[in-house]
């Protein structure tokens, strides 16, 4: 690959690896496929969910992206395979009046993202990754890929899908990084944040907060 090409493809901040670093926070889960299940609820007009033998068979895509981690490192062309976000969201019918998915994982851990980025045709439910099973330590079974934001907001180990009429920040945001997570504008750290994303930060915790309490 030329230079200007490389450079071209890389966001400020970054740089390019032919690695692929393993960060994880905590130990890696092991799925047991058996019992394994992906939801999708919240709001939507159907809640559903999938066996992992389920899900295999759902309409297969193949996407070509690059990956740029919050920690400073980009990989080109990582090719995935999966289920495409878009298909799950047209079999469950989102409502109106939902903003965003709140992406649950193994152990707990959870990140926000808008519905606006997870209906790119490159976002997706990746099991495979350079024709291979994905990783455990890489996020296998299955992993969410949205390649135009962070890396952290691929979430390993997803299980679920919540749709939510607010953008409520989830683990990493809450524990000081962007709601957001934009690599081409640099948006690592929460203090990065316009006034306006911090007003929809606190709103949308406190109002998530509430609905815990009622329930």
């Not at 058996?34 to 996407?63: A, H, M, N, Y």
């Amino acid at each position: 690959m030329k230079e200007a090409e490389t450079r071209e493809r890389l966001p400020p901040g970054q740089v390019l690896t032919h690695k692929w670093p393993v960060l994880t926070y905590g130990e890696t889960p092991r799925a047991d496929l058996q019992t394994w299940t992906f939801r999708c609820f919240g709001l939507v007009d159907q809640e559903l969910s999938w066996t992992w033998k389920e899900f295999l068979d759902l309409p297969r895509i193949e996407v070509t992206s690059d990956i740029h981690c919050v920690t400073h490192w980009s990989r080109f062309d990582n090719r995935w395979e999966g289920v495409a976000v878009a298909e799950i969201l047209r079999r469950v019918g989102v409502r109106p009046h939902a903003v965003a998915v709140m992406a649950h994982s193994e152990a707990g851990y959870a990140t926000n993202i808008s519905l606006a980025d997870l209906r790119s045709d490159d976002v997706l439910l990746a099991y495979k990754h350079d024709g291979r099973d994905l990783a455990p330590e890489h996020g296998g079974p299955l992993r969410l890929v949205v390649p135009k934001l962070y890396f952290w907001k691929s979430a390993k180990w997803i299980r679920a899908f919540e749709l939510l009429d607010v953008d409520a920040p989830g683990f990493w945001e809450v524990n000081g990084y962007h709601v957001h997570a934009d690599p081409w504008k640099e948006e690592r750290y929460s203090d990065q944040e316009t006034d306006a994303m911090q007003r929809m930060r606190s709103e949308s915790a406190r109002r998530r907060r509430a609905r815990k309490e009622i329930s």
